[in-house]
């Protein structure tokens, strides 16, 4: 069955970057599209960043266009998601998705498989 992993993430203050890893095992990588979300304390978990397959193509948040860039290596079974210029409003517990799919899926409901999470805190 498919899992995912996720790591990196931890107290930061703002200004400071940050990157999360999420590795994906039970099934063959390169046939998922992966995605980012974010769940900020007491709100709705809310779709980060996607890329396809091959990593030709990338989709953001509009609140992280210019700091955040996902990114994948296929021969690691991985995806990244490097942060730079953290705000206090990114903090939030960080969930890496996945889902057979050609095309990035912004809604939760379109991606299976969910990873357990790793928090992230943005000290002012």
């Known amino acids: 069955q498919v899992q995912l992993v996720e790591s990196g993430g931890g107290l930061v203050q703002a200004g400071d970057s940050l990157r999360l890893s999420c590795t994906l095992s039970?099934?063959?990588?390169?046939?998922?599209?992966m995605a980012w979300f974010r769940q900020p304390p007491g709100k709705e978990r809310e779709f980060v960043a996607g890329?396809?397959?091959?990593?030709?193509?990338?989709d953001y948040a509009d609140s992280v266009k210019g700091r955040f860039t996902i990114s994948r290596d296929n021969a690691k079974n991985t995806v990244y998601l490097q942060m730079h210029s953290l705000k206090p409003e990114d903090t939030a517990d960080y969930f890496c998705?996945?889902?057979?799919?050609?095309?990035?899926?912004?809604?939760?409901?379109?991606?299976?498989?969910w990873g357990q999470g790793t928090q992230v805190t943005v000290s002012s």
């Open positions: 039970g099934d063959t990588f390169w046939l998922y599209t």
């Open positions: 998705a996945a889902h057979r799919g050609l095309n990035v899926q912004h809604s939760t409901y379109e991606n299976d498989y």
């Open positions: 890329i396809v397959r091959g990593g030709t193509s990338a």
